[in-house]
Each structure stands twice: as structure tokens, then as C-alpha cells.
């Protein structure tokens, strides 16, 4: 018998199980397989998707590119390999309208995923058995023959080999958010709540009309004000001028900061169809690599010029189509793809002949810090400009991601994902460019600009604002733990007069993976036993993530070698690996997020004296 542990119970571990059933299912092999899948809170959709949360906590991908089947449903019934989309599995359990566009509550992608796992249990062949565990994972050590887990309430688990999909971490708290943590022990009326899922947050513990700092304004932003707002009563209605909030009394005064001093932006309505696959011109791994020669990849010279062509060809494509039709746009898209993509320059030779050669390209830093280095003379200045950028934002993502063009361009990021992971992953950028230009300037102004809410979020913080329940205080936001007040204090050094006492400061971020930081009695346990380790480039930059091999994506232990009876996939092997907080999308393809699964899956139920050596420590 081959016994395998899934340990996570989200989406990327229900998607290597129905791999493994439909693989099981295929070969007809009568070997026994047993399968443990384990989740602390809620087997099946995990923690964040969990299906007792409330529905204000929203998707920010639309139900129709999403799917958990790996592929679609045909003429028997729902089974791993052949099932609904999740849109298509909304309309039948609410019919009447198409939700092929809609945004879903998290809980419902919850009950889509349990959905899927009963399906499994339903198709399993007679070989395979599969058990539900409730538990946490405390321990994992290696003993002749396989691994022994460890689980809270004391219980162990025999296994052969295990994948761990654990998700995101809680790494303990260092620098100032440490002192902001410790600050709330001074006083009775303050707390510290700090960063991860607005649902595990204890936010019902802040009081009605005290004052909330917010650290962020990203995609937790919203999800935090949701609950303090609407989930304390408070109402969005539609009214001639817009959308109005009334406000229940229950909510608390929220104060909001970040760095930009901007909300994240709102995703275009969507105008792409389910099966929408971008083919790109000038961002290719053959083009990237060919102008790089021999050199070692460098993001900022041999990718970013090409990933900016790419939205601009959009960007530019969209504003003809805006300007002087359908036909003129189809024409200069036409030439531009006939000139093969080899050089970026030809895309500003083709522009300035269709009458574009004064339209300035999409600048990542102008989109993500709106306000720069601006200073402003008081609260209503600043409010002034920041509304003016709302309703800015608001009509841009209204008009939709084809005929919005600073939407069309940003949106094409996402479709560009998977060719920065085949150019960067393990370790394919030089350390510094892999630092300096991947982790610390893409990532964080591609996700703000194109992984952004439902553009109801930003219609909603229009309303708040409007109704004097959130303030933002500007750019550069600080967050000060003001002794001789007693109080926090959330100033903008942008913003004269900005500054603002309150209670309580919520982190609204999910924070970064840090293995070597991490909580997690499993994490802990994994490097002190040595069976993984961090990815450190060129000994001095500490990615945080997990180190593992390409396909099947062992981790490499604290000697170097990869650990063949583990696998990891998803968010703890960020770094090593790019943008992996992602569902399953399709539903028509394939991503590499079912690839991995399926490359999981497969070496799994290979025979034990069939998995030799394959994958190999990471070049840095």
C-alpha cells in the first residue's frame, strides 16, 4: 500500500487530490493507495475559503475564469478530470442569472471546492481510500520507510510521502509592528491586530465609534473595512449621485495609510470570455532569452522592456480602436504582430505611423504612487485630489479591461505571469536583479495595478468617505505609537495637519512568506529537522521561501540534496518561485497551477523504486 498525506485543505490541495483520483481512476491499477487530507479548520476548502465566513468577503477574479475540475464536464457525471467551471457549477445551484462575470463570496468558492472533494469521494476506485482529518500538523520527521506526522490532539500518521499546501504563514512580528503590538499592552483601550485574513481577525473586539489605524490598502483593506462597515449593519444603496452608505451607529472611525496613499485599484468590468488566451508579441521566453545571450538574466534590462511593449501594444491598440475605430485598431495590432516582436523599438516606429508618436507609454510608478512626492496644504486638499483619482479609477474600470485602455494594458500583466515564471523561477535571475528588480519593484506594482478588488470596492470607499467613516490620511502613511498621548497616532508627512489619534491599529496586509520567521510548529520543525531550508541567493539575500527542485518540486534539505518523498507547492515556496497566491484557473486550459498538481500527483503514485533521482538543487 502506498499511504500519502496532503496536508492543507485549500485549493491547491484539492487540486493535486483530484489529480491523484483521476490518475488513480486511469490506470486502473489495483494497488492499494491511501490518502490522508489534512486541514486544521475546514477539510476540503481550508481556512481562507472556509464556508462559515460571511459573504461581504468577496473574489477578486471573476467566476468564469476559475475552475477546480482539470477538465470540462461531458456527458457522465462530475468527476475528477470532467467537471463543471465554477461559474458554470453557480448557475445551477442559482439559477437565473449568468455569473459567469461576477464576483463570488469567498464562502461559496468554499462550497464549490467541498463540491469537488465529494465528487472525488464519489468516483474513487475500490484501490483508493481516502481519509478527512481535522487537525494541525505539529510535526513531520523522516523514520525508515516514509515520515511520521505529528497532529495536535496527540495522534500520528505513517505516510510514504507527503505534499505540503499549507498556505499562508503567520511569521512572528519583528521591528515596528513588534513595537506596535507591544504598545497596546500600556493602555486598556488599545490593541493590535495583526496581519493575515480579515475573517481570523477578532474585529467584532473593536468598539463602536473608536478609532481604527489601518496599515495598507490592498486587498485585506477592503475585507476589513467590509466587516467593520456592513458587517456591523451599515448600508449601500444606489442614488442618483452615486452610491450612498448608511451608517448603523456600530461601526468604529477608520483611518487608512499606505505607502502610495491610493486604495488598490479596481479591476476593469470584464469583456474577455471564459477561454480568453493573450498571445504575446514581444514578451516571449525565445525573445527574452535570445537578447540576453549568454548573459545572465537581468529583470530590469532584458525582461521589463519587453513586459512594458507588451502593455503598451495593448495600451496603444485600445486608444486607436478608441479614436478611429475597430478597423484602424485591428490594422496597426496586424502590423505590429507581422514585425515578430524581435525588436521593442519597432512598436514606437508603428505607433508614431498610425498617428500615436506623442501618446506617452504607461508609467508603472506614476499608476502606483499617484500622488509622488506632492506635498498638500491641509486635510481637504489632499481629500480633493484623492476623490478626483477615485472617480478617475472608478470610470476607467467601469468602461472595462478591452475598452478601458489603462485597464486593457494593465490587465494583460496577468496573462504574462506564467512567462515570468519560466524566466525567473529557481532562481533564474542574477541575486541582485532577482531582488532589486523581481521582489522589490515588480511584484508589488504588478499586483497593485492589475490583481486588484471588484471595482464596487472602490465605489464603496467613495461612499465611506462621503460619509465620514473613512479617512485616508495620505502617502506615506506612519504609524506612531504616541506614549504622552496614549493613544496611536496615523500621520501623512505629505498632508499638513494629517495627523490622527485612535485606540486601535488593524495590519491590513497578509504578510509576506518568511520561513525563518514562521509560527508554524510544522514550519519550525521542517528546518530544525533539516528537511527544508530557505532560498538564499548568493549567500546574502534571504528570499523567505522555501527552496524546492523544479518538477515535482521537492525541498531542498539543509545539505542541498531535495527531500524525494516531500513536495511543495503554493505560497511557502514564493520567491523560489513567482505569484503563487493564485486559485486554479481555466476553464478551458490548463495554467501551471494544474500542471504542478498533475506533476504532483504523478510522481506519488509512481512505485518507490521508480523515483529516482530527479530534481536538482537550484543554481544561484
Known amino acids: 500500500m502506498t499511504t500519502i498525506a496532503v496536508v492543507g485543505g485549500g485549493p491547491r490541495a484539492m487540486s493535486v487530490l483530484e489529480r491523484l483520483a483521476a490518475r488513480a481512476s486511469e490506470s486502473g491499477s489495483v494497488e492499494p493507495v491511501e490518502i490522508h487530507l489534512i486541514d486544521s479548520v475546514q477539510v476540503g476548502c481550508g481556512q481562507v475559503w472556509r464556508t462559515d465566513q460571511p459573504d461581504w468577503f468577496l473574489m477578486n477574479t471573476v467566476a468564469g475564469e476559475i475552475t477546480a475540475f482539470s477538465g470540462p464536464p461531458d456527458a457522465g457525471p462530475a468527476r475528477p478530470g470532467a467537471g463543471p467551471s465554477f461559474a458554470q457549477w453557480w448557475n445551477l445551484t442559482e439559477p437565473g442569472h449568468d455569473h459567469v462575470n461576477d464576483y463570488a463570496p469567498r464562502a461559496l468558492y468554499g462550497r464549490y471546492l467541498l463540491f469537488l472533494l465529494d465528487r472525488i469521494e464519489r468516483s474513487l476506485p475500490s484501490s483508493v481510500t481516502l481519509h478527512r482529518v481535522v487537525a494541525t500538523v505539529t510535526d513531520l520527521r523522516k523514520e525508515e520507510g516514509g515520515y511520521r506526522l505529528t497532529l495536535d490532539g496527540g495522534g500520528e500518521l505513517h505516510v510514504d510521502r507527503a505534499v505540503l499546501v499549507t498556505g499562508h504563514a503567520r511569521p512572528r512580528l519583528s521591528g515596528q509592528l513588534r513595537e506596535l503590538q507591544g504598545f497596546a499592552r500600556t493602555g486598556p483601550n488599545l490593541r493590535f491586530i495583526p496581519g493575515g485574513s480579515a475573517a481570523d481577525m477578532p474585529l467584532s473586539d473593536i468598539p463602536a ?144 505611423a498610425f498617428g500615436l508618436g506623442d501618446l506617452p507609454s504607461l508609467d508603472f510608478d506614476a499608476l502606483a504612487l499617484p500622488f509622488g512626492g506632492r506635498t498638500f496644504a491641509d486635510r481637504a486638499a489632499f481629500e480633493k485630489e484623492l476623490l478626483a483619482a477615485l472617480d478617475a479609477d472608478v470610470r476607467e474600470a467601469e468602461r472595462g479591461n478591452v475598452d478601458s485602455p489603462v485597464k486593457a494594458g494593465l490587465d494583460i500583466l496577468r496573462s504574462l505571469r506564467w512567462i ?201
Open 209 to 352: 465609534r473608536g478609532g481604527v489605524g489601518l496599515i495598507g490598502m490592498g486587498l485585506t483593506f477592503y475585507d476589513v473595512v467590509a466587516a467593520l462597515t456592513v458587517g456591523r449593519g451599515g448600508r449601500f444603496t444606489e442614488s442618483p449621485d452615486g452610491l450612498v452608505y448608511t451608517a448603523s451607529g456600530h461601526e468604529p472611525f477608520l483611518v487608512a495609510g499606505s505607502r502610495s496613499g491610493f486604495p488598490q485599484p479596481g479591476r476593469g468590468r470584464n469583456q474577455k470570455p471564459s477561454g480568453f488566451a493573450y498571445r504575446p508579441v514581444f514578451f516571449t521566453e525565445e525573445l527574452v532569452r535570445a537578447s540576453a545571450g549568454a548573459e545572465r538574466l537581468d529583470f530590469h534590462r532584458h525582461l521589463l522592456p519587453r513586459v512594458m511593449a507588451e502593455v503598451d501594444f495593448t495600451y496603444f491598440t485600445a486608444v486607436l480602436r478608441e479614436r478611429s475605430g475597430t478597423t484602424v485598431a485591428e490594422e496597426f495590432a496586424a502590423r505590429v504582430r507581422a514585425g515578430g516582436g524581435a525588436s521593442v523599438s519597432g512598436l514606437a516606429r508603428c505607433a508614431a
Open 420 to 620: 515570468i515564471r519560466e524566466l525567473t523561477d529557481f532562481g533564474g535571475l542574477s541575486p541582485a536583479s532577482h531582488r532589486d528588480g523581481l521582489v522589490e519593484w515588480y511584484s508589488p506594482r504588478s499586483a497593485f495595478l492589475a490583481a486588484g478588488p471588484p471595482l464596487v470596492r472602490l465605489r464603496e470607499t467613495r461612499a465611506l468617505i462621503d460619509a465620514g467613516v473613512l479617512r485616508v490620511v495620505g502617502p506615506r502613511a506612519q504609524y506612531v505609537a504616541d506614549a504622552a498621548a496614549g493613544a496611536y497616532k496615523v500621520v501623512s508627512p505629505q498632508v499638513h495637519g494629517s495627523s490622527e489619534a485612535v485606540d486601535t491599529i488593524v495590519d491590513a496586509r497578509v504578510s509576506a512568506p518568511d520561513v525563518g520567521a514562521d509560527t508554524s510548529p510544522l514550519s519550525r520543525a521542517l528546518l530544525r529537522r533539516g528537511l527544508w531550508r530557505e532560498f538564499v541567493r548568493d549567500g546574502e539575500f534571504r528570499t523567505g521561501g522555501v527552496e524546492v527542485t523544479r518538477s515535482p518540486f521537492h525541498p531542498l534539505r539543509s545539505d542541498g540534496q531535495p527531500e524525494r518523498g516531500l513536495y511543495v507547492l503554493g505560497i511557502p515556496t514564493e520567491f523560489s518561485r513567482f505569484f503563487t497566491q493564485v486559485v486554479a484557473t481555466g476553464p478551458t486550459a490548463w495554467s501551471e497551477f494544474m500542471r504542478d498538481a498533475d506533476d504532483v500527483a504523478s510522481h506519488m503514485l509512481r512505485p518507490a523504486e521508480l523515483n529516482v533521482p530527479q530534481g536538482t538543487a537550484i543554481g544561484v
